[in-house]
């Protein structure tokens, strides 16, 4: 299989964090019983489903860790995500973070909704399992007594379509874009729109107050692993210089609640609360280009914890 191959301009982002990655967008009809809220409730684990129902060649294994093939198999590198011997960082740890998010919103269209799936990395190469694995998806639906979609056209980042319902063939050129920088200047502020739950922790607790210095600091260590990990290349950043920069800011505007929300565990046969913020804040201060840059990447790979479930999505507005 083809490596991707990036489309990005290295001096558009000179000594700035940037990450390679694909975003598609797949346009879909939803039946009529298949709401929007059911869909965002539903799609994650439908996704991990059929993906590995449709891909698994070792159905038997307890974990993906006792396959040989987790590091080829779609459902592992996606889902498991066993952390890759010879690894110089999160030795301890036997996985690493997840290469893929998703937003789900209202289509353009009537009657149709959209989901965007980004892919970092040489997790793109897998983008025909994934799309065939939402294929099935539709097909078959999502659970019992809950309808399915047809897929009506996929773009990729370029805005090229990779396909439509008229031709059902799938054209995919595994590239990936480089995500530059948001801008080679600083800025004074920032306001931050978090449109699904945004779930920070702190000292192993779980924060139900915007805490901005944990907010940047999930990005930039969730940017840094996804480069190491599926980019093959690191961030190196000015550490003392962004720490000072976040330390020092002051939220000005915090319009910001946590919202509890009930998840059922089938792995720990449990529900928990996997709650989270929703809202808007604003923060002034003296940022540097390089804050910035990562806070436009997490724009693409979101922050936070729970991001593999669609969390912690915002928007950038500087001031």
Known sequence: ??????IGSESESTQLPSIDLNSYTFTIRPDCNLSLSVLSRRFRGSFGYYLRRTFCVSP?????????LAQECVYGYLFESVAPPGRRIMRLYSTVPHPF????????????????????????????HVFLALQRMGTEGLGKDIGGFGIERVSDCTGAAVYRKENERLEHNPVTMSVPAYTQRGAKGFKIDLTT?????RDGRVLTQIDFPAFATSVARRATLLSYFYCRREIT??????KRSVAAATVVSDDTRYVHISRHSRRQARRYDNGGLLGSFEVMGKFPAELVAFLNLGTYIHAGKATSFGYGRYRLSLR
């Open 1 to 6: 299989m083809n490596a991707p191959v990036s």
């Open 197 to 201: 739950p945004l779930r920070l922790q």
């Open 60 to 68: 038997g294994s307890r974990s993906c860790g006792e396959c040989r």
């Open 101 to 128: 998010t998703y937003e789900i919103d209202l289509g353009t269209d009537t009657g149709t909704m959209d989901i965007r799936l980004v892919l970092v990395g040489a997790s793109v190469q897998f983008f025909p």
């Open 237 to 242: 950043s000015d550490n003392r210089t962004l």
